[in-house]
């Protein structure tokens, strides 16, 4: 099981400060890949708000989940498998 989880770290001074992880949802349910997650935003539709690619390292598919809130509220929902040529793409580990 492989969760997403955004850890923030507060730095103004001598010592960084950690908060506590929070679990990334799409769907109203935390993001679950499988083995290994490698995550990755950008403003995949053009809205100005990140959106989430994630690798996944059992299936060597590469998930989108668009986010429909905001910069500062994400809400991801799952859109696809990202396709090149109308086939999921697909990479191999190793």
Known sequence: MSMI????VTFF???????????IQAD?????VGYV????TVDWDGDDDLDLI???F???KISLFLNNGTG???LFTFDSFLQAGGSEITLSYG
Do not use: K, R, Y
Request: proline share 12%; with cysteine.
């Open 72 to 74: 500062t509220a994400p």
């Open 58 to 60: 059992t299936s060597g």
């Open 5 to 8: 989880v955004m850890l923030c």
């Open 13 to 23: 001074g001598e010592l960084p400060e950690f908060h506590e992880p929070v679990m």
């Open 37 to 40: 997650a490698d995550p990755f």
């Open 28 to 32: 109203g349910v935390n993001i679950d």
């Open 54 to 56: 994630v690798g996944q």
